[in-house]
């Protein structure tokens, strides 16, 4: 009997390091990830303290996704909500005529931790029965509810003109889209 005893008090042990460790790592996980929420407590992300990175792409049916990012590299807590402002950018990096449309519903609140990113998405045509191309060599992003931009450059790439090329954008995201 007492063998059965020690056995079943070590299976028990076992079960709460295990869920203990299961708990922690849950933890980690959350904290680690941007949260959609209310935001009140927290700014709004100052221009300054972001930089836009690539994250994927994506093609269809003529289209071309870019996910982008953008990430808090500042020290303190901030958060985001609404659809950042694009427009595309000529060889000189001067802004270009572009047409943008807003895709995929309701804008949240994105609270990014120092370090942690909030997506979007950036669609345009590249091919098919154009027209006329249009040459683009990068994107001029402006954060919501922010006046100063970011710049990304992609090097030359065609969107099916005319002129003014259309893209569509995103709402930030705390995931990242498709």
Known sequence: ???????????????YVLGALISGLALVAGLAAPSSGIGASTPRCSTANLRVDR?????FTSHRSWDLALRNVGSTTCHLNGYPG???LNSGAVMMP?????????ARNVVLHPWQRAYFSFTFAVSGPCS???FAYGVRIVPPSASPRLVWYAGKF????????RVTVSPVMATRPF
């Open 1 to 15: 009997m007492t063998v059965l005893g020690n056995r079943f008090g070590a299976g028990r042990e076992r079960v």
């Open 55 to 59: 994250v994927g792409e994506t093609g």
């Open 86 to 88: 694009v427009a595309l």
């Open 98 to 106: 572009t047409s943008v449309g807003h895709v995929a519903g309701p």
């Open 132 to 134: 006329q191309a249009v």
């Open 158 to 165: 065609d969107l099916c003109g005319p002129s003014p090329a």
